[in-house]
């Protein structure tokens, strides 16, 4: 397991820096607050697109993000972030404890530039990975076969499985960006704290309600 943040995938800010987690804008446009493509001002809610060569994301215009939908728009190095989410049947235990996950918290996605599926958790430290072993994910999808629809690079399966909550969700990747940056700005000590855990709780809050449930098989 990795103790080191992950570099796989960062949000881009305007200014040129990086900063795990900074997926949701402020609602009304600041100084910064512009397309990374077009420097038009962006107000909430905004769109993003992943640069699969800075492994990146990009903040964009409504305008920006739809030149790309189409397949193979340039090259194919920027991806749109899908805007579904999805609430799979929960992870049970046995399968859960195959993940190897410290916190409770996961999210998974195939990313194509190391060609497999990544395995990372938030932390402190920011967005974590974590060594997933290949049948660990084989049983995830035998139990969801609605993740072999995950969208490469740029959706991921969101679990949590600690404090009597056992959710799974189909999420944007940025969402999963967004929780790391909650985790990264308020644990405290080794559970987390109690501003932590509602923030967490809050965050879990806005995904259930966004999200179209599965029906279990």
Not at 93 to 122: E, T
Not at 129 to 154: C, G, K, R, Y
Request: net charge neutral; glycine share 6%; proline share 8%.
């Amino acid at each position: 397991m990795s103790d080191a943040p992950s570099p796989l995938l960062q949000i881009h800010r305007p200014d040129g820096t990086f900063a795990s987690g900074r997926t949701r804008p402020r609602a009304t446009p600041r100084k910064g607050d512009i397309c990374d493509l077009c420097a038009t001002a962006l107000a909430e809610p905004h769109s993003h697109l992943a640069d699969l060569v800075s492994r990146s994301l990009l903040c964009v215009c409504r305008s920006c993000f739809l030149l790309f939908l189409p397949e193979g728009a340039a090259q194919g190095r920027y991806r749109p972030v899908p805007e579904r989410y999805v609430a799979l049947s929960a992870t049970d235990g046995a399968r859960w404890d195959r993940l190897d996950i410290p916190i409770g918290l996961a999210f998974l996605f195939y990313n194509s530039a190391i060609g497999r599926v990544a395995a990372l958790y938030p932390s402190p430290a920011g967005a974590t990975e974590s060594t997933l072993p290949l049948e660990a994910w084989s049983d995830m999808i035998a139990s969801a076969p609605e993740l072999l629809t995950l969208a490469p690079d740029v959706e991921a399966v969101l679990v949590r499985h600690t404090r009597g909550h056992h959710d799974t969700y189909i999420v944007p990747i940025d969402a999963c960006y967004e929780l790391a940056g909650i985790v990264r700005r308020d644990w405290k000590g080794f559970d987390g704290g109690d501003i932590a855990a509602r923030a967490i709780d809050a965050f879990f809050d806005r995904i259930r309600s966004r999200s179209q449930a599965v029906p279990t098989p």
